[in-house]
């Protein structure tokens, strides 16, 4: 069974960092892409990155320069470094894979940037 797991969400002041993990389970991590998408309260659900089986990665333009991820096959997660945060980046955070013609999503955390 697929399964993705975040951590790492909070509340966080502007101009402030947090890192945002995900782990997956019951899939084989080395040879899926793994996406990173946002959802604020009243918008819709919006891409923010991804970062392919080979390590390449792509962001919306919102958060070039700001945000990074990684991967780490061994410990089959993927990782969202967030800099510089400013409150429009507050949502609830998702990570996502495709499998076997299917989408997994995590359950979402939540990050908060306010004074």
């Known amino acids: 069974q697929v399964r993705l797991v975040e951590s790492g969400g909070g509340s966080v002041q502007p101009g402030g960092s947090l890192r945002l993990t995900c782990k997956l389970t019951?899939?084989?991590?080395?040879?899926?892409?793994m996406h990173w998408y946002r959802q604020a309260p009243g918008k819709e659900r919006e891409l923010v990155g991804t970062i392919t089986s080979g390590g390449a990665t792509e962001y919306v333009d919102s958060v070039k320069g700001r945000f990074t991820i990684s991967r780490d096959n061994v410990y089959r997660t993927t990782s969202l470094q967030m800099n510089s945060l400013k409150p429009e980046d507050t949502a609830v955070y998702y990570c996502k894979t495709r499998n076997w013609g299917r989408d997994f999503w995590g359950q979402g955390t939540q990050v908060t940037v306010a004074s």
């Open positions: 019951g899939a084989n991590f080395r040879l899926v892409d």
